[in-house]
């Protein structure tokens, strides 16, 4: 059976860290790119960070370039999402997701969008 399951989301205070991790059973993590998406109260799902399979090419949201870092293990099949400085604007349910990224004639990422695979999300709240 196919899974993704995130772990690691929590109420943190602004200024705090986080570290989500996303497990992968059922297939071999490897061959897929992998994206960090949340989706805020009354707003639309967002890409936050993706991986490359390949090359380890990385794409970040404006809004947490420089605060997040997103890894890979493949020995371990997990994903990680390390999230520094938090804002309350972080504030999400936070999801993995098997992904695609779009790259420019330069080979920098532009974007990501979310596959086949999802999982089920964890919550992320930054709040004093």
């Known amino acids: 059976q196919v899974q993704l399951v995130e772990s690691g989301g929590g109420l943190v205070q602004p200024g705090g860290s986080l570290r989500l991790s996303c497990a992968a059973s059922?297939?071999?993590?490897?061959?897929?790119?992998i994206g960090w998406f949340r989706q805020a109260p009354g707003k639309e799902r967002e890409g936050v960070s993706c991986?490359?399979?390949?090359?380890?090419?990385?794409y970040y949201a404006d809004s947490v370039k420089g605060r997040f870092t997103i890894s890979r293990d493949n020995a371990k099949n997990t994903a990680y999402l390390q999230m520094n400085s938090l804002k309350p604007e972080d504030t999400a349910v936070y999801y993995c997701?098997?992904?695609?990224?779009?790259?420019?004639?330069?080979?920098?990422?532009?974007?990501?969008?979310?596959?086949?695979?999802w999982g089920k999300g964890t919550l992320v709240a930054v709040s004093a």
């Open positions: 991986i490359s399979s390949s090359d380890g090419s990385t």
């Open positions: 997701a098997t992904a695609s990224l779009y790259y420019n004639d330069y080979g920098e990422a532009l974007t990501c969008y979310g596959m086949d695979y």
């Open positions: 059922g297939f071999t993590l490897d061959y897929y790119a």
